[in-house]
């Protein structure tokens, strides 16, 4: 098992869907508006428990370039985790597409 690489247009059109959207960059440097959790990609296995407990439900992932969220999601898929989804490139990628960082916690 192994998780989805999702580019910015595709992220930006799933935002509403009710995914949960998990900023696991370290340290802070900003957000994508809507992002539902914020969790240090060395975290996220102590802290899962503040991930669904439905181990199929949709996750998203992001970080600064997409190699802290990479990292994340491979935890989650050996963690069990089946729905998990990568912003490919991070909110470099993001920013570079168009689209806008929000500089404060939400």
């Excluded at 998990?22 to 899962?48: A, K, S």
């Excluded at 992001?62 to 998990?84: E, F, I, K, P």
Aim: charged share 20%; net charge negative; with cysteine.
């Amino acid at each position: 098992s192994s998780y989805v690489n999702v580019s910015p247009d595709d992220l930006s059109t799933m935002l509403d869907d009710g995914t949960p959207l998990v900023n696991v960059h370290v340290p802070y440097e900003g957000e994508i508006e809507g992002t539902d959790l914020f969790i240090p990609f060395t975290d996220i296995e102590q802290r899962v428990g503040e991930l669904p407990t439905d181990r199929s439900a949709k996750i998203i992932l992001y970080c600064m370039t997409g190699r802290m969220s990479d990292t994340a999601a491979r935890t989650l898929v050996q963690l069990g985790y089946t729905n998990v989804w990568n912003l490919d490139g991070g909110m470099v990628a993001w920013q570079e597409a168009g689209y806008q960082i929000v500089d404060s916690p939400s």
